[in-house]
């Protein structure tokens, strides 16, 4: 989904694993009900314990602060469900329906999966291959990892990058092409062994997103728009924010500034890795995902040879949802999420594989800003079920979808699962403000940095993201990463050499520590950051950066 439960934005592997998975207690299943008409459609009747579910969901809204919600459900090929819960933006009387567009963040990297299973069944590639076979000038920085990373691996999170590394060379919004972000992989530094353990990255769906390219000869917006999202139905769903016209039905984000005030904020336009996170859709849309996902790449028309066409192979379904990289199970954050504990966690191609209640779970999270997503899928009993919301609550997404899975998997009991993930969110919070709080305890307030503040002005370059000025304006010191526009602020002296630096976008909520290190002679010698909030979103990976002055001189890419 890391290191916050709060804001679960591209990659979602956060705190709150352990509670968005499942309990080894088995339950029998809840019986199906007979199918009804509903007048243009037939949908089974909702089970009794959702019979107060549109009350369930304006709970989970009012406690988590979130505007709108969307929510769809499927079962045994049937749509259940699919509704929408409060407004597309605070403030505005536009409500939120089945139709609204979200953006569903790293949810887009199954149609990434998708699409690569789709070119190995056309013969265009293998799962197999290596990466260098299709893009030869592919490099990670460590050798034998760029001769032995495969096209499989690119969707495992298992290369040896660290949780989110390299994830500045497009979040916030930056502007290199997504060549350019592949080829700055080469300096990307490998913290782990190869294959050796899970940790979630985006970077290498940038990688996937041009060996697609590249196989299929097509964009990569336009190859999933002709190749999945077609097929499948999904009529209204777009590859990136750059196709949203005024007047459609599209939900905002909101966040909270500073961790407190909740604000629309802008939408993002992803198109330097597009494959990591970059589609808008609805739950109208996905419902139709889901039941393709659920049938086993099987589409409701049929083909010439008078069967069910296919979007995938049975064979292509079976890799994707099969482990190829174990997931450490950890504790519950708050004993009320206990029964969430799984059996087992891992991540096939592009999903996250656990079990709840004896049923296995397929299924993924997306964050963006301002917009949290998830979908889960039962397989073993054709259910499924998507969540949108547009602000940045996983407590939300989770609390709503495992009151849907209690629904048919434990009917007989009824969990609070908003008080539940309310007091791990309340948890979290006190955390971080101990955090801050030990921060300040050990600052010598006393202490003045060594240098005059234009001593510090520079251009610094980090070998992977580029360049980073720090310039003098009016007296203060103002911090600018030369490739991404949002990440512009002001720079306060904290102690020594060490400054806060505040961003004057409020809603990133991503304020970081940067110190300068001095050689023995007074020059600054080596720059570094990290976020100041244990909240922050481990997508800004100021921790990685090892910044260095330099002459006023281009950043070029040689390697």
């Known amino acids: 989904m890391s290191q916050r439960p709060l804001s679960l934005r591209l990659a979602l592997c956060c705190a709150l694993l352990v509670s968005a998975t499942a309990v080894s207690a088995q339950s029998p299943a809840a019986q199906s009900p007979p199918p009804v008409s509903t007048g243009d459609t037939t949908r089974p009747l909702l089970p009794a314990q959702l019979q107060d579910f549109s009350a369930y969901v304006d709970s989970a809204r009012k406690t988590f602060d979130v505007p ?7 079962k ?39 699409a690569l299973q789709q070119l190995a069944g056309a013969g265009k590639l293998r799962m197999d291959d290596r990466v260098i076979d299709h893009l030869p000038w592919f490099r990670m920085s460590d050798p034998y990892v760029t001769h032995e990373m495969r096209i499989r691996d690119l ?24 060549k350019e972000v592949v080829e700055r992989l080469a300096r990307v530094p490998i913290k782990n062994g190869f294959r050796s353990g899970y940790a979630y990255d985006n970077i290498l769906f940038a990688v996937a997103t041009l060996v697609i390219e590249q196989a299929s000869g097509q964009s990569y917006a336009d190859y999933v728009r002709d190749h999945l999202f077609k097929p499948v139905g999904m009529d209204d769903s777009l590859v990136d924010m750059t196709y949203l016209k005024p007047g459609m039905d599209v939900a905002t984000g909101h966040a909270k500034a500073d961790f407190k005030d909740l604000k629309p904020v802008p939408p993002m336009a992803w198109l330097n890795d597009p494959g990591a996170g970059g589609i808008y859709s609805s ?30 192979s049975e064979d292509s379904q079976r890799e994707m949802w099969s482990v190829l990289t174990p997931i450490k199970i950890g504790k519950p954050p708050v004993p009320e999420l206990a029964p969430l504990v799984p059996n087992f966690s891992g991540y096939g191609e592009s999903w996250f594989l656990s079990d709840y209640r004896g049923q296995k779970l397929v299924w993924h999270t997306g964050g963006w800003p301002g917009m949290v997503s998830r979908v889960t899928l039962v397989p073993e009993l054709k259910l499924g079920v998507v969540v949108l919301t547009n602000a940045e609550s996983g407590a939300a997404f989770n609390a709503v979808t495992y009151r849907v899975l209690d629904a048919y998997l434990n009917p007989e009991h009824k969990i609070d699962w908003v008080a539940a993930y309310d007091k791990a969110v309340k948890k979290s919070e006190a955390k971080a403000d101990d955090s801050l709080a030990k921060h300040e305890a050990a600052r010598d307030k006393r202490s ?112």
Do not use: C
């Open 283 to 312: 739950v109208h849309d996905l419902a139709k995902w889901m039941n393709v996902q659920l049938a086993g790449g099987a589409l409701p028309t049929m083909g010439a040879d008078g069967k069910p066409a296919r979007l995938f």
């Open 76 to 114: 045994d090929g049937h749509v259940v469900m699919e509704q929408g819960f409060g407004l597309r933006e605070l403030g505005k009387p536009a409500p939120v329906d089945a139709n609204t567009l979200f953006a569903i963040a790293s949810n887009t990297k199954a149609f990434t999966a998708a």
């Open 68 to 74: 709108g919600i969307a929510v769809a459900i499927v």
């Open 155 to 178: 969707l495992a999170h298992r290369s040896g990058l660290s949780l989110g590394a390299g994830d500045l060379l497009y979040w916030p919004p930056t502007s290199y092409s997504t």
């Open 448 to 559: 003045k940095p060594s240098l005059p503040l234009a001593k510090y002005a520079g251009t610094y370059r980090d070998p992977w993201y580029g360049d980073v000025i720090v310039s003098q304006e009016n007296g203060k010191l103002r911090l600018r990463f030369s490739k991404t526009a949002q990440l512009v602020g002001t720079m306060t002296p904290w102690q020594h050499d060490t400054f806060t630096v505040r961003w004057d976008d409020r809603t990133l909520n991503a304020d970081a520590f940067i110190t300068f290190s001095l050689d023995v002679d007074g020059h600054v010698s080596e720059v570094r950051m990290q976020p100041i909030s244990p909240l922050t979103d481990f997508s800004f990976d100021f921790q990685d950066l090892r910044m260095v002055p330099v002459a006023d001189k281009p950043d070029t890419d040689k390697h």
